[in-house]
């Protein structure tokens, strides 16, 4: 099975910081990553997916990169309605995917 | 607009049976693949199961395999998650979820629905 470290688990940041997100996977899964926020209560919602395409509608703030087994999610200039949690999961042993362990931003 | 309405959640005893469903809109469901997934209360997501868009073929995770099955009925426009011999560890907020298409990531979710198994 393919295991997906999310690192870190948590971070504190102020509006307006830049924040970084990391994803790594146990072996190569080229660009089939693909990055989730989520609120509290609420269901996932799609960010990024194959690594770096922006899902329509999402804001130009986020952005991802990687390809391989390392891959990062940035917010460029953190919003108030950005504070969530944020999943990669990875499709390359498709039809059977990973999550990995999430990253919850939280208010500084 | 796509609209993805789970339902069939509740509280149920170890080792009974739960079927959840999930009403599909605003797109050609029969044209997509659908999944479920889960989200143990303060833990993450976890895939359950993908049924190609035919319903010809299907693929569970392995904490599920042999106790979950997922159909669909297109001239319904429904997904369904019949789960058996349900555990403690099955309790979780259960997504519907679209493929996007080409079986790599989601672009639509349901809201959820909440199964607890508890005695």
């Known amino acids: 099975d393919i295991q997906m470290t999310q690192s870190p688990s948590s971070l504190s940041a102020s509006v307006g910081d830049r924040v970084t997100i990391t994803c790594r996977a146990s072996q190569s899964i080229t660009t089939y990553l693909h990055w989730y926020q989520q609120k509290p209560g609420k269901a996932p919602k799609l960010l990024i997916y194959t690594a770096s395409s922006l899902q329509s509608g999402v804001p130009s703030r986020f952005s991802g990169s990687g390809s391989g087994t390392d891959f990062t999610l940035t917010i460029s200039s953190l919003q108030p309605e950005d504070f969530a949690t944020y999943y990669c999961?990875?499709?390359?042993?498709?039809?059977?995917?990973?999550f990995g362990q999430g990253t919850k931003v939280e208010i500084k | 607009q796509v609209q993805l309405v789970e339902s069939g959640g509740g509280v149920v005893q170890p080792g009974r049976s739960l079927r959840l469903s999930c009403a599909a809109s605003?797109?050609?469901?029969?044209?997509?693949?659908m999944h479920w997934v889960r989200q143990a209360p303060g833990r993450g997501l976890e895939w359950v199961a993908v049924i190609w868009y035919g319903g010809s073929d299907k693929y569970y995770a392995d904490s599920v395999k042999g106790r979950c099955t997922i159909s669909r009925d297109n001239s319904k426009n429904t997904v369904y998650l019949q789960m058996n011999s349900l555990r403690a560890e099955d309790t979780a907020v259960y997504y519907c979820?679209?493929?996007?298409?080409?079986?790599?990531?989601?672009?639509?979710w349901g809201q959820g629905t909440l199964v607890t198994v508890s005695s």
């Open positions: 999961q990875q499709s390359y042993s498709s039809p059977q995917w990973t």
């Open positions: 979820a679209r493929d996007n298409g080409g079986y790599t990531y989601v672009d639509y």
């Open positions: 605003g797109f050609t469901f029969s044209s997509y693949g």
